[in-house]
């Protein structure tokens, strides 16, 4: 009986692991960067991720701030769990940014580790 219940316990955890969420920047170096460098400001196009991206839950706040540019003036902010489009990646000072789009296509710029992709 303690046997089958382990079983169950490990096959739900492996499922949810699976086809949970997954940190961007995890999904960048192993997929998209296939461990390479990421040059600092250079411009890389993502490709291929519409609408499977969302803000990252955060207990120390409900919103980000979204910037008209890395390091520039802040545009607009987004809720947690909010859905979005990752378009482009640039390394500034030794952080990554990513380039975002809503489903309102509201475009702006966000720090990578605020945001989360679905496997």
Known sequence: MVKKIF?????????????????F???MENNIFNDKEILENEFYEIQDLEYKARMMYQEGGTTYNIYDNPNGKRIFFLKYWTRIIPIEII???GSTWVK???????RG??????????R
């Open 25 to 27: 920047d995890e999904y």
């Open 109 to 118: 710029w966000v720090n990578s580790c605020f945001i989360e992709l679905h």
């Open 100 to 106: 975002i789009e809503t489903k309102e296509h509201n």
């Open 91 to 93: 390394k500034k000072n």
């Open 7 to 23: 079983y169950l316990l490990f096959f739900v955890l492996f499922v949810s692991c699976k086809y949970g969420f997954i940190k």
